[in-house]
């Protein structure tokens, strides 16, 4: 037996609107990246695509999506990615974009470059910051983004929840 | 590296990679009698729009020529640029209407010389 390879692809929803955070399910940003492959790509893409994807992991509060198909089809994915110009949910559509982070062949990479990508934001959050609450503030959250990397290690490859607040 | 000297060759053997940029299509278009012929840029538009169907915006954008068009035999030369033959062979195929009236496309000959297509062998009439 030989076991499919699938290829997941993190992003993250970038929005002008902070009223966009609350249309981010499931099931809005996998008809948008859908439609966006139908549109690019046509029904052969589409069909291309459809073998295996999910929306593996969805965080609407940092905006994070982890998408998933076949290793075959990753390019047609990518590429159609950035025509992904609005989420639709209901009855409220608002322009954003979906930033590809990494691409990676488990979750557990991606994870592991989801919490390497957020301490090196926080670390430039802190390089700006103005006032002393802020700095305090963010130096803490460091420290806990540790403490959560140390939890997700011993944590199984399926587990998703190893994204820390920034 | 001093080498043994060889026997005299007897052959040569030459390999050609396909390297041609282009790749050339005689199809033939079947519609049922009595409908309305398409004119060269309707023509050309069918074949746009069974592109756009199949592979999305990125087929529409496949550079396809059409070379030659007969309006009475409806049959025509496309040229495309070869790393899109598979794209385009496989759109003509699965079309399936024009203007609600259902067609095929029939692709006859397919070569990256323009040259072969002046001819074919299937065509011709043995004594």
Not at chain 1, 40 to 45: A, I, T
Not at chain 2, 54 to 62: N, P
């Given at each position: 037996m030989v076991r499919f390879k699938n290829r997941y692809v993190l992003c993250e929803v970038v929005s002008e609107d902070p009223r966009c955070r609350q249309c981010i399910e499931e099931r809005a940003v996998g008809l948008a990246v859908r439609d966006a492959i139908g549109r690019?790509?046509?029904?052969?893409?589409l069909a291309c695509c459809s073998i295996s994807f999910t929306v593996k992991y969805l965080n609407a509060y940092t905006g994070t999506v982890l998408l998933r198909c076949r290793k075959?089809?990753?390019?047609?994915?990518?590429?159609?990615l950035p025509f992904v110009r609005q989420l639709e949910s209901r009855a409220q559509r608002y322009p954003c974009f979906l930033n590809t982070?990494?691409?990676?062949?488990?979750?557990?990479?991606?994870?592991?470059f989801l919490i390497q990508y957020n301490r090196r934001q926080l670390l430039?959050?802190?390089q700006n910051c103005t006032n002393e609450e802020e700095r305090q503030c963010i130096?803490?959250?460091?420290?806990?983004?540790?403490?959560?990397?140390?939890?997700?290690?011993s944590g199984d490859e399926e587990d998703d929840d190893g994204t820390e607040t920034d | 590296m001093a080498r043994a000297e060889p026997p005299a060759a007897t052959f040569e053997r030459r390999v050609l990679r396909s390297a041609a940029e282009h790749h050339y299509l005689r199809v033939r278009l079947e519609l049922p009698d009595g409908g309305a012929r398409p004119?060269?840029?309707q023509f050309k538009q069918l074949v746009v729009s069974a592109l756009r169907e199949?592979?999305?915006?990125?087929?529409?954008?496949?550079p396809v020529d059409v070379l030659i068009y007969e309006e009475k035999t409806l049959?025509?030369?496309?040229?495309?640029?070869?790393?899109g033959l598979v794209k385009l062979w496989s759109a003509l195929t699965l079309l399936g209407f024009y203007q609600n009236r259902r067609c095929a496309f029939r692709v006859l000959q397919t070569s990256p010389f323009l040259l072969a297509l002046s001819g074919n062998s299937r065509e011709l009439v043995l004594d």
């Open positions: 690019v790509h046509g029904d052969y893409g075959d089809s990753y390019r047609l994915l990518c590429s159609a982070l990494h691409i990676g062949g488990t979750i557990r990479t991606c994870q592991k430039m959050l802190l130096q803490k959250s460091l420290l806990s983004c540790s403490i959560t990397e140390e939890q997700s290690h | 004119s060269v840029a199949l592979h999305g915006e990125v087929g529409a954008a496949l049959s025509a030369i496309l040229r495309v640029i070869s790393s």
